[in-house]
Structures are given as structure tokens and as C-alpha cells.
């Protein structure tokens, strides 16, 4: 085997050790990731569903059409004390456990696009899911995720309040 070819597989498995090693720092993100704030333990989260945000006022659109509306097809993340399982992993049924941050509820789809937009535009990972109650009644819930880790979600969570000024709720991620 001639010199030149040995530095070259040389080369090649250095540079391979190099990938497997800074891969998850790399698909993770790091620091810059926009779901990844801070490091310190955010407040417990209360399981009722959130307030009408405050920059419903901004919209011009008659305070009635905004309603909060729970689901019973959502999982609310407990407390940690509360909680005996585990967060993260597969379900019973052998999907991928995830979580979204569910920020508001709209009767409008154009408010819920409105506020995707606006939170797509700060770098998150906004989407929009329709909801029908058994009235009948249509709503669309904007949401930040979905995340494998809910405690990245409650560091989210508390910069969301401060930037936004939106109470969000950790819910279970429902494709």
C-alpha cells in the first residue's frame, strides 16, 4: 500500500471520528437553538388552560370571537413531583413521546396564521391545528413545537410570557 494512500485513509477515519464526536452538537443545535434559552428550572406548570393573550386587543376583532377551549384530546404535562413516568421515550402504543407548547386559541383562522407568522418570524416552530368542539364550533390553537424534552419547552415557555406576553400550556403532541 503505497504512503499516499495511507494518509489519505488516515485523513479520512480522523475526519469520520470527528463527525460521530460534534454530530449531536450539531443536529442539537447548541446554544443558538431557539427553544434553548437558559438553563435554569422555570416555575411549575399550572394545568388550566390559558387566558386570552393580551395582544388579542391589537387585532381589532370583537373580544367574544376569542374563546379558550380545552380538549380532551390533549395531554397536559404535570408537575414533576407529580409525575412517576418518564417524559421522554415511546407511549404504550410505540410512538415517540413529544410536547407542544399550546400558546392561544382562535375562532378566526387569519388571527391563528396571524400569530404563526409572527412566531415563524422570531425563529420558532410555530404551527396551527384546527379544533372542533362538540358543539360543533371550529377554533384554531397555535403551537411552538412539537419537542422530544418538555423542559425545553418550559424554558421556552418563560421566554415566550416575556417577549410576547402569552401564557402557554405544555400539552402532549397529537400528529
Known sequence: MGEGLKQRLIGA???LALLIILAPALFRGGETHPLVTSRSVPETPRL????VPAFVD???????VVEVVSSSTEIVLEPESVRTDKTTGVDEKGHLKAWSLQLAT???????????????GKGYS???KKIATEKGKIFYRVYIGPEVRPDELQQLKVTIKKEMGLEGIIVRYVP
Open 106 to 120: 382562535f375562532a378566526d383562522k387569519n388571527n391563528a396564521r396571524s400569530l404563526e407568522k409572527q412566531l415563524k
Open 126 to 128: 410555530a404551527f396551527q
Open 13 to 15: 477515519v480522523v475526519l
Open 48 to 51: 388550566e388552560p390559558p387566558p
Open 58 to 64: 391589537q387585532l381589532d376583532i370583537p373580544r367574544d
